[in-house]
């Protein structure tokens, strides 16, 4: 096996429920006869540990998926795959934001969480896409129990399983209220925390004495308490930047007002409307009229979104950034609109390595198929110069917020198809950088010193479109840039050297895209941002729980995170992935004051 997934592999998935007798159930739950598969045909009466729930069978995945399904993905993990990854892979899965995945030490899960998650050295993280990862989201719970056999994962959860989530979230409740005194510098406001912990542990050691079904009520009953004490002990913060992103679907003022006054309700007061996505603005363009391209996103008709969102916004004393995506113009067939951006200007698009003497438009096989423009091509940054130029100076926005300033990403360099995977190779920029150094970049090996001088060429290109929305959007308009914050892996795999704006003072605030729910890891994650950042510049954490559909607690904790790092506040990724469960957590106490419950 390949020695960068040596510690990683693809497990066959059983969850033993109230059956014994799993070859009696194999056409039902479509098991393989294959005798490569490790199946019990009976289990001892010690052995089975039954849930109250009958579980099945979900899905079966073969070892051989890791390199020929994985190989291109984030963390080795491809569509549809479990893997299991234990410490020998690295410190973490590198997953991406589109699986889920659980911790496990000493045979129980202890945390689950969302993606790119620390591999504990005393145990391993079970990782899922697609239908693994909807077995992982129905079966896994804090305190299952799981083993491996052969190529099988075994997880199956017990009354005793909820007196373990039980007493972690009582721990969880009691840090909760610990670290909300420090971060608020005062007492606990009130003593609805503290009255929920103290339940909490009453049921808790109720669930310790009881038998059989009495067991998970009562631990249900303590784990819920914990989660009203977490909920309660998070003071308001006035001043604390409360944001989220936002795609507009709505086609009248009527609805942009329910929309808005839904957001209000939860104590968010700032909205990252999503302005310029996949190559077409959502307001009637006059620049994208000048090159000929179509003026306004047909989604919306005649309807100047935009518009009317900062004008019902002002009257709500909430605010509108602009968010923009600058080189990703989504994943649509040019072709289907005469007048889209590559059907006019095919010369703007971006190439890989790979596929760089292709004729036809260069697809991004892991960012969601899309396609990208080239950051190199003069006449591509001042178009979306134009646009910035546009949207401030005609709608004066209170913030624009830049994403996608980056290249597509490639592969690290550890990866053997590393150089294919990288991006800029466009005719545009060979030229330039041949007329600059008398070489062609195809022909530039990797860790050479002209590959150095290479990736400085497109990295400054990068920067050089930071510095032009500098120039043309005006000082009392916040600008703010979405980051990845592993700045070496940022460098190496996207050419975005977001240190540079922020020393050169190129933007105001940046919003780094933290894609985890494992707290710890959160918090490094964060303060090696706040370290890079300097006092002159904001930040916004992006937190992803809502996206990564993690527990309501998840995203409690990486706000108290975010304030003890001295964050200036938060922006959650997105509105559309916030249901009824976050939106009653914010409001509880950590967005609203108290008195506008």
């Given at each position: 096996?390949?020695?960068?997934?040596?510690?990683?592999?693809?497990?066959?998935?059983?969850?033993?429920?109230?059956?014994?007798?799993?070859?009696?159930?194999?056409?039902?739950?479509?098991?393989?006869?294959?005798?490569?598969?490790?199946?019990?045909?009976?289990?001892?009466?010690?052995?089975?540990?039954?849930?109250?729930?009958?579980?099945?069978?979900?899905?079966?995945?073969?070892?051989?998926?890791?390199?020929?399904?994985?190989?291109?993905?984030?963390?080795?993990?491809?569509?549809?795959?479990?893997?299991?990854?234990?410490?020998?892979?690295?410190?973490?899965?590198?997953?991406?934001?589109?699986?889920?995945?659980?911790?496990?030490?000493?045979?129980?899960?202890?945390?689950?969480?969302?993606?790119?998650?620390?591999?504990?050295?005393?145990?391993?993280?079970?990782?899922?896409?697609?239908?693994?990862?909807?077995?992982?989201?129905?079966?896994?719970?804090?305190?299952?129990?799981?083993?491996?056999?052969?190529?099988?994962?075994?997880a199956y959860t017990t009354p005793e399983?909820?007196?373990?989530?039980?007493?972690?979230?009582?721990?969880?409740?009691?840090?909760?209220?610990?670290?909300?005194?420090?971060?608020?510098?005062?007492?606990?406001?009130?003593?609805?925390?503290?009255?929920?912990?103290?339940?909490?542990?009453?049921?808790?050691?109720?669930?310790?004495?009881?038998?059989?079904?009495?067991?998970?009520?009562?631990?249900?009953?303590?784990?819920?308490?914990?989660?009203?004490?977490?909920?309660?002990?998070?003071?308001?913060?006035?001043?604390?930047?409360?944001?989220?992103?936002?795609?507009?679907?709505?086609?009248?003022?009527?609805?942009?007002?329910?929309?808005?006054?839904?957001?209000?309700?939860?104590?968010?007061?700032?909205?990252?409307?999503?302005?310029?996505?996949?190559?077409?603005?959502?307001?009637?363009?006059?620049?994208?009229?000048?090159?000929?391209?179509?003026?306004?996103?047909?989604?919306?008709?005649?309807?100047?979104?935009?518009?009317?969102?900062?004008?019902?916004?002002?009257?709500?004393?909430?605010?509108?950034?602009?968010?923009?995506?600058?080189?990703?113009?989504?994943?649509?067939?040019?072709?289907?609109?005469?007048?889209?951006?590559?059907?006019?200007?095919?010369?703007?698009?971006?190439?890989?390595?790979?596929?760089?003497?292709?004729?036809?438009?260069?697809?991004?096989?892991?960012?969601?198929?899309?396609?990208?423009?080239?950051?190199?091509?003069?006449?591509?940054?001042?178009?979306?110069?134009?646009?910035?130029?546009?949207?401030?100076?005609?709608?004066?926005?209170?913030?624009?917020?830049?994403d996608y300033t980056r290249y597509p990403?490639?592969?690290?360099?550890?990866?053997?198809?590393?150089?294919?995977?990288?991006?800029?190779?466009?005719?545009?920029?060979?030229?330039?950088?041949?007329?600059?150094?008398?070489?062609?970049?195809?022909?530039?090996?990797?860790?050479?010193?002209?590959?150095?001088?290479?990736?400085?060429?497109?990295?400054?290109?990068?920067?050089?479109?930071?510095?032009?929305?500098?120039?043309?959007?005006?000082?009392?308009?916040?600008?703010?840039?979405?980051?990845?914050?592993?700045?070496?892996?940022?460098?190496?795999?996207?050419?975005?050297?977001?240190?540079?704006?922020?020393?050169?003072?190129?933007?105001?605030?940046?919003?780094?895209?933290?894609?985890?729910?494992?707290?710890?890891?959160?918090?490094?994650?964060?303060?090696?941002?706040?370290?890079?950042?300097?006092?002159?510049?904001?930040?916004?954490?992006?937190?992803?729980?809502?996206?990564?559909?993690?527990?309501?607690?998840?995203?409690?904790?990486?706000?108290?995170?975010?304030?003890?790092?001295?964050?200036?506040?938060?922006?959650?990724?997105?509105?559309?992935?916030?249901?009824?469960?976050?939106?009653?957590?914010?409001?509880?106490?950590?967005?609203?004051?108290?008195?506008?419950?």
């Open positions: 096996m390949n020695t960068l997934v040596k510690k990683a592999f693809i497990g066959t998935v059983l969850f033993f429920g109230s059956f014994t007798n799993l070859y009696a159930n194999a056409e039902e739950f479509n098991i393989s006869a294959d005798p490569f598969w490790v199946l019990k045909q009976e289990i001892s009466r010690d052995e089975e540990i039954l849930s109250f729930e009958t579980k099945r069978v979900s899905a079966i995945y073969p070892l051989d998926k890791v390199n020929t399904l994985g190989a291109n993905y984030p963390g080795f993990r491809g569509p549809g795959q479990l893997v299991v990854y234990y410490s020998d892979f690295g410190t973490t899965t590198g997953t991406n934001e589109f699986g889920t995945e659980a911790v496990i030490k000493d045979g129980v899960v202890v945390k689950l969480t969302g993606a790119d998650s620390s591999i504990p050295r005393d145990g391993f993280v079970v990782s899922g896409h697609g239908s693994a990862k909807k077995w992982i989201k129905d079966n896994l719970k804090i305190g299952t129990k799981i083993k491996i056999e052969g190529r099988t994962l075994i399983s909820y007196v373990f989530m039980a007493k972690e979230k009582i721990d969880d409740a009691e840090e909760f209220i610990s670290n909300a005194r420090k971060s608020s510098n005062t007492a606990l406001e009130d003593k609805k925390a503290l009255g929920y912990l103290k339940k909490a542990k009453v049921y808790y050691k109720k669930a310790e004495h009881s038998k059989d079904t009495a067991i998970i009520q009562y631990a249900k009953a303590s784990i819920e308490s914990s989660n009203l004490a977490i909920k309660y002990a998070l003071p308001y913060m006035p001043n604390e930047f409360k944001g989220v992103w936002l795609r507009p679907s709505e086609k009248n003022a009527v609805e942009v007002r329910k929309t808005l006054d839904n957001i209000k309700q939860t104590g968010i007061n700032n909205v990252f409307l999503e302005t310029f996505f996949h190559g077409y603005t959502i307001y009637p363009s006059e620049v994208m009229h000048q090159y000929y391209l179509t003026t306004q996103n047909p989604k919306f008709a005649s309807f100047d979104v935009l518009g009317t969102y900062i004008k019902e916004a002002h009257k709500r004393g909430m605010k509108i950034h602009c968010w923009f995506e600058a080189f990703y113009i989504g994943n649509s067939d040019p072709a289907l609109d005469k007048t889209s951006i590559l059907s006019v200007y095919p010369a703007w698009g971006n190439k890989n390595f790979a596929n760089y003497n292709s004729t036809s438009y260069v697809r991004h096989p892991v960012e969601h198929n899309g396609l990208f423009l080239d950051p190199a091509n003069f006449e591509t940054v001042y178009f979306l110069t134009q646009l910035l130029s546009e949207i401030s100076n005609k709608y004066h926005p209170d913030g624009i917020n830049l990403s490639s592969q690290n360099s550890t990866v053997p198809n590393f150089k294919q995977s990288n991006w800029g190779y466009t005719e545009y920029a060979r030229d330039e950088f041949k007329s600059l150094y008398e070489i062609d970049p195809v022909e530039i090996e990797v860790g050479t010193t002209m590959w150095k001088k290479w990736s400085e060429y497109r990295r400054s290109k990068i920067s050089n479109f930071v510095q032009n929305a500098r120039e043309v959007v005006p000082n009392d308009i916040k600008l703010s840039a979405v980051i990845f914050p592993d700045y070496y892996a940022s460098l190496e795999t996207k050419q975005q050297d977001w240190a540079k704006w922020t020393n050169e003072e190129l933007v105001d605030v940046v919003t780094p895209l933290i894609m985890t729910s494992d707290n710890e890891l959160f918090h490094d994650i964060l303060k090696s941002v706040k370290m890079r950042t300097p006092n002159k510049v904001d930040i916004y954490t992006g937190l992803f729980v809502g996206f990564l559909d993690a527990e309501p607690e998840d995203l409690l904790r990486q706000i108290s995170v975010s304030r003890a790092l001295k964050s200036e506040g938060v922006v959650l990724f997105d509105w559309a992935h916030l249901p009824q469960k976050y939106q009653t957590a914010l409001k509880t106490r950590v967005f609203l004051p108290r008195d506008t419950k």
